[in-house]
């Protein structure tokens, strides 16, 4: 028979051993499942939107890009990578997206409108004659750490041929830009 009025005893429920494995397990999954998403963010999916047209026709103005902040930990960027860097460290700065052209201990120099990386011109294609040779009119060399940028729109690029910009050592580089996304219809890998 039940007493009559208020009581305040609680009936404890048991916790089952099951109980508290499958509890665990679940809190244990989330976490695996965190991990493996805070590492694919951090190392391929770094979004950063291009400003202005010094990548067309490659990249456009308005863009997001995703760029991969982990595979030049193992490996140094090479001539043809489209990088990601702030200039001259400048944390309060805009990224920059640019092509790398030439590497450390590479030689650069812009002769009549034409890009030669170690004495031979550059192999590029579809692009028009430089209109300013800037710090490259006389030839550069790039020191241990240095890396030689431009724009793929050669005439209409702050680069690594102006002061401000200058080389670009492989310390301000974030990292390789990897995919572009423009729109549901205009999206892929950046080459």
Do not use: H
Request: proline share 2%; aromatic share 12%.
């Amino acid at each position: 028979m039940r007493p009559k009025g208020l009581s305040f005893r609680r009936r404890r429920k048991k916790v089952t051993l099951t109980a508290a494995k499958s509890v665990l397990i679940f809190m244990g999954e989330i976490i695996i499942i965190l991990f493996i998403a805070f590492v694919l963010v951090y190392c391929l999916g770094m979004r950063v939107t291009v400003a202005g047209s010094s990548m067309e026709t490659t990249l456009s103005d308005g863009e997001s890009v995703f760029v991969d902040r982990f595979s030049y930990n193992f490996t140094d960027p090479k001539a043809g990578d489209v990088v990601a860097f702030l200039p001259n460290g400048n944390e309060k700065s805009q990224y920059y997206i640019k092509r790398v052209v030439a590497v450390p201990g590479d030689t650069v120099q812009i002769v009549d409108g034409v890009l030669y990386v170690n004495g031979e011109i550059y192999d590029e294609e579809d692009t028009e004659a430089i209109k300013n040779a800037g710090l490259a009119e006389e030839e550069i060399t790039l020191g241990d750490d240095e890396y030689f940028v431009l724009g793929d729109n050669r005439n209409n690029s702050e680069d690594s041929r102006y002061a401000n910009i200058g080389n670009v050592s492989e310390e301000y580089i974030v990292g390789k830009v990897w995919f572009y996304y423009a729109s549901i219809r205009d999206f892929g890998r950046v080459k």
